[in-house]
T-cell receptor, first 114, second 118 residues
Framework: KAGVTQTPRYLIKTRGQQVTLSCSPI?????VSWYQQTPGQGLQFLFE???????NKGNFPGRFSGRQFSNSRSEMNVSTLELGDSALYLC?????????????FGPGTRLLVL | AQTVTQSQPEMSVQEAETVTLSCTYD???????LFWYKQPPSRQMILVIR??????QNATENRFSVNFQKAAKSFSLKISDSQLGDTAMYFC???????????????FGQGTILTVHP
């Protein structure tokens, strides 16, 4: 079974631009969670989607948004990029988002904002 | 809100020796799960071990075992017979089983960089 995939793997943008990151979960998994990883703030939860619905959201500004498609693939979008948005963005999938389920992570998208 | 604290920013160990990484957490929940993940230089986050809070028995997974002290809210990871491939950043993580604002939300500690020396 293929693992979680994320595209693109690397991205360079300039301040003010917007960016869209994609995450394809493990086949059969319907829950996708997104995380931002930075040296200063560590790993922080962005949001979780299940069956095309956002069920949970972390403490990030409205510039960060996401969606999930009927095939469970998920995208996150960051508008009006700031230098502080430079980070590794990780997504993880589980079957249903249950607390006891292991979250399987993708390799991440490394975003650099200049 | 839940918090997870890893008090050891860096640790080192000789190959074949044993090392213990510390983790404490704070929560008012009674039903939750705890995890240790490793992140090698490739940045791929990999599950090492998980523990259900309702189970008193400590989880083990080959060379990896935990010491789960629920009353003390402590969850340490012991790595036996350390191998060079164990070199990585290790994260302790918590997730509540309360649903709602807990869906899909792992709360991570700041991580411990473990270096295994030959």
């Amino acid at each position: 079974k293929a693992g979680v995939t994320q595209t693109p793997r690397y991205l360079i943008k300039t301040r003010g631009q917007q960016v869209t990151l994609s995450c394809s979960p493990i086949s059969g998994h319907r829950s996708v969670s997104w995380y931002q990883q930075t040296p200063g703030q560590g790993l922080q939860f962005l949001f979780e989607y299940f069956s095309e619905t956002q069920r949970n959201k972390g403490n990030f500004p409205g510039r960060f948004s996401g969606r999930q498609f009927s095939n469970s693939r998920s995208e996150m979008n960051v508008s009006t990029l700031e230098l502080g948005d430079s980070a590794l963005y990780l997504c993880a999938s589980t079957f249903s988002g249950g607390a006891g389920e292991t979250q399987y992570f993708g390799p991440g998208t490394r975003l650099l904002v200049l | 809100a839940q918090t997870v604290t890893q008090s050891q920013p860096e640790m080192s160990v000789q190959e074949a020796e044993t090392v213990t990484l510390s983790c404490t957490y704070d929560t008012s929940e009674s039903n939750y799960y705890l995890f240790w993940y490793k992140q090698p230089p490739s940045r791929q986050m990999i599950l090492v071990i998980r523990q259900e809070a309702y189970k008193q028995q400590n989880a083990t997974e080959n060379r990896f075992s935990v010491n789960f002290q629920k009353a003390a809210k402590s969850f340490s990871l012991k790595i036996s017979d350390s191998q060079l491939g164990d070199t990585a950043m290790y994260f302790c993580a918590f997730i509540s089983n309360a649903g709602g604002t807990s869906y899909g939300k792992l709360t991570f500690g700041q991580g411990t960089i473990l270096t295994v020396h030959p």
